[in-house]
């Protein structure tokens, strides 16, 4: 704290002024004539307090210090001050007559003792982080002294205390080029002298005297304690003598000295709240969350003006309503919206049917006009209509009082929002005004709020259109083939039920814990792992047959059969051939096609017999355009002894570059930090535990666990998918006996191909995507 608080400066206490009193850091006090008030809750935070002297005026507020906050204080407070004001206290206020003798009293749950005297001597310097505190004595009543504040051992000031003509005031300042300002008492206009000696006070001339003696020209004077009824007279001899030297001034309650800089500003918001305000700041700016963050703001903002309740409402789409986000009521218990009850009540109207502004209510007419509107008691309220607010208070008997509504504007300078407080609370509960710092507090939280929101929206339709994009991009993969449209779908349902359940463990996963940017992570990866199928020719993407090309050329080949039937029929015509012949050239014929039409729609393999009746087949030779020609070309003849699935190697290396192609264009995105591990989840989809996958060669040590749930995702929906024209759907029983043995040849992770046999989720997977007739019992053979 590089600056003096002036919680009190008057001489007397009257309605609008306080007692001595100066915060000189966050929980240090010189005197305590005027605290509550001032600080409020914020009262909690004191823990030191040297006194000048026992006089009522500078010890105002101590019991009430101690007392007002007892059940939260956790620490002791502490009083430091000459015997002779430490006797005083405990003989006329805290003697279990006056005021209960806190120093005999333990704070709640804890062997501390609530009050602590502690005494010390003229001369005498306290340390207390940067700050030396030292006592000397000043020209009052017995005991009495004033403190000189050094910080960082170079910096300083005095506070003189309650004194008459002191010599060792002025040698302190004279002597210590440290003193930069000097805070003195002056309490009577001068022509009261004779009051002021009796009762060791001084007047302005008696400052000027002092003033004139000082040898240093660099010294900023401030006065304070003087009576209220002598103000004016005394402010014009102070003008006139020209006391206030270097931009000094009288001291006012909530005036702030920076005694670094020689300044002084007033009613600056108080240290401890401007930290809090800054700690604020950066929980806001932290959070995404909109609900959260909704939440956060009401909460924060109460916390910081001390109120029962509050609403926050939100500008709709429209900006033809304010849609309630939040509502907070520590009285009655009410917390809904944000992360709690979802709120049922209507939006506020920013319009009337008229189409005219509603001006009428208050929270409306703060975001239509973009003004603070500071309301004392809303039932001596007649500007705003407070009906809906009355009935509310009559249902529930609770009664609203005063009100405070801030716009929260965003960089644009837009509206976007409303926050309304409900009644500010005194430290013993009672219901006042907002202040003037509360509307500068809040003005300080508002725009970072507006800024917070508007962060979190534009984070949020980020994130919304990040996901947007990607399941566009994977159904537009998807919808390449339709005997493939639900793979990516379906590869993102099994990888997140197994990352899921593997966040659920307590048994062989129990150490691995994924956060909500981990699922999403997942997620991306699953809906991105084929995308560079994307620019795989339809031809190949979409061969549901091994004749495929445009159209099944299964086609073809049945023509040329049905050629080679009409030539056996001629000849038999002709008498070239038997009946017998015929019926048995014909037989063969439609088996052969046969066996070629089944050949063609492709399975898991197809063993050496058939590939040599293939190249058996392909030697029937017909006439065409006068040339004899074999009933398969070649490309018809590599392509029907596939020997698994639909593709060619060719055609299978084309494919198999979609995982190559898919890291590339990967590698090119910017994917947040968050989703910094989505290239390698979705690129590596092909790779194998023995370093023999595709397109890196990756190995065991080099596959993430998050890699190995996309790897066994990806082929079980495979084995699973009942849309692949070439194969029957696969019971589960084979599907886990091919994983089985996938697992004996290292491809893939053996615990995880068990956790996921053995878990729920597998049953509701299947439950949910797979044909009745593929569910069966399976098992494991390693």
């Known amino acids: 704290m590089n600056f003096i608080n002036i919680l009190g400066a008057s001489g007397s206490k009257t309605k609008d002024t306080g007692t001595t009193s100066f915060q000189i850091f966050t929980d240090i006090l010189i005197d305590a004539g005027n605290v509550i008030s001032v600080l409020g809750e914020e009262a909690i935070k004191i823990n030191h307090i040297f006194l000048t002297h026992s006089h009522s005026d500078h010890i105002l507020d101590l019991p009430f ?118 805070l003195i008492e002056c309490s009577f206009p001068s022509h009261m002298e004779k009051l002021a000696y009796d009762s060791k006070h001084l007047t302005p001339k008696l400052v000027s005297k002092i003033v004139k003696q000082l040898k240093r020209d660099d010294i900023q004077i401030f006065l304070y304690h003087l009576k209220p009824l002598y103000y004016k007279k005394m402010a014009e001899e102070i003008k006139d003598l020209e006391i206030l030297k270097n931009g000094g001034k009288i001291l006012q309650e909530g005036d702030v000295i920076h005694v670094d800089k020689g300044l002084y500003e007033r009613d600056l918001i108080s240290q401890y709240k401007f930290e809090r305000i800054m700690e604020v700041n ?21 916390e910081l003006t001390h109120c029962e309740a509050g609403t926050l409402y939100i500008l709709s789409k429209d900006r033809k309503h304010l849609d309630f986000k939040v509502i907070q009521n520590d009285p009655l218990e009410i917390y809904m919206g944000g992360t709690k009850d979802e709120i049922q009540w209507d939006s506020i109207p920013l319009y009337l049917e008229d189409g005219s502004k509603n001006t009428k209510m208050v929270a409306t007419t703060c975001a239509l006009e973009n003004e603070i509107i500071n309301i004392p008691d809303v039932y001596d309220e007649e500007k705003y209509d407070f009906q809906g607010t009355k009935k509310f208070d009559n249902n529930t008997g609770y009664r609203s009082k005063s009100m405070l509504v801030i716009p929260l504007e965003n960089h644009e300078k837009d509206v976007i929002g409303v926050l309304q407080l409900i009644n ?129 050329r299964i086609k073809l080949v049945k023509e040329k059969f049905e ?91 084309i494919m198999n570059n979609h995982a ?97 046999h053995e878990h729920e989720v597998l049953k509701k997977y299947a439950n949910e995507n797979l044909k009745p007739a593929q569910i069966d019992k399976s098992e494991l053979l390693f």
């Not at 932290?286 to 903002?301: G, H, Q």
């Not at 991105?528 to 979409?542: A, V």
């Open 65 to 182: 210090i101690i007392e007002s906050f007892f059940e939260s204080r956790k620490e002791t407070l502490y009083i430091y001050a000459s015997k002779e004001t430490i006797k005083s206290l405990k003989e006329h206020t805290f003697n279990d007559s006056i005021w209960p003798d806190f120093s005999k009293i333990n704070l709640l749950n804890s062997d501390k003792k609530a009050l602590e005297f502690i005494e010390i001597e003229a001369n005498q310097t306290l340390i207390f982080g940067p700050y030396q505190i030292t006592a000397f004595n000043a020209n009052h009543i017995p005991g009495a002294y004033g403190y000189e504040i050094i910080k960082d051992k170079h910096i300083g000031y005095i506070i003189s205390g309650d004194t008459y003509e002191n010599q060792e005031l002025i040698d302190r300042i004279n002597n210590n080029d440290k003193i930069k300002a000097v």
């Open 282 to 302: 950066l929980e806001l700016s932290s959070e995404i969350d909109k609900d959260k963050l909704f939440e956060m703001i009401l909460t924060l903002t109460r």
């Open 424 to 552: 500010k609370t005194e430290s013993l509960e009672k219901i006042k005004a907002f202040t003037s710092e509360d509307e500068k507090i809040i003005k300080a939280l508002a725009s970072q709020a507006a800024m917070a929101l508007t962060n979190s929206w534009l984070i949020n339709s980020l994130e919304e259109f990040l996901n947007s994009f990607i399941t566009t991009i994977g159904h537009a993969i998807d919808a390449k083939s339709h005997h493939t449209m639900n793979h990516i779908a379906n590869v993102e349902k099994i990888s997140l039920l197994l990352a899921q359940a593997i966040n659920e463990d307590e048994t062989i996963y129990k150490d691995v814990k994924y956060t909500k940017n981990d699922f999403q992570q997942i997620k991306i990866a699953a809906w991105m792992h084929d995308i560079g199928k994307i620019s795989m020719p339809e031809s190949i993407i979409d061969k549901a047959t091994k004749l495929y090309a445009i159209t099944d």
């Open 563 to 653: 050629v080679l039937k009409r030539d056996s029929e001629i000849a038999y015509l002709k008498n070239e051939i038997t009946k017998e012949d015929y019926e048995k050239q014909i037989k063969q014929y439609e088996e052969d096609y046969l066996f070629l039409e089944e050949t063609n729609i492709g399975g898991e393999f197809m063993d050496d017999d058939k590939i040599k009746r293939i190249e058996q087949i392909s030697k029937y030779t017909y006439i065409k355009d006068g040339y004899e020609q074999e009933i398969l070309d070649e490309n018809e003849k590599y392509n029907l002894s596939i020997r698994k699935g639909t593709l060619t190697k060719e055609e299978k290396d």
């Open 660 to 756: 190559k192609l898919s890291l590339e264009m990967l590698s090119k995105l910017p994917f947040p930090k968050k989703y910094k591990n989505v290239l390698d989840i979705a690129a590596n989809h092909h790779e194998k535990l023995n370093g023999k996958g595709y397109p890196r060669g990756l190995s065991d040590k080099d596959l993430t666990l998050e890699d190995r749930i996309m790897i066994l995702s990806d082929i079980f929906e495979a084995l699973t998918s009942s849309d692949r024209p070439y194969k029957d759907a696969k019971r589960l029983s084979e599907v886990f006996k091919i994983l089985s043995f996938m697992v004996k040849d290292y491809e893939i992770d053996g615990q995880l191909l068990k956790f996921f």
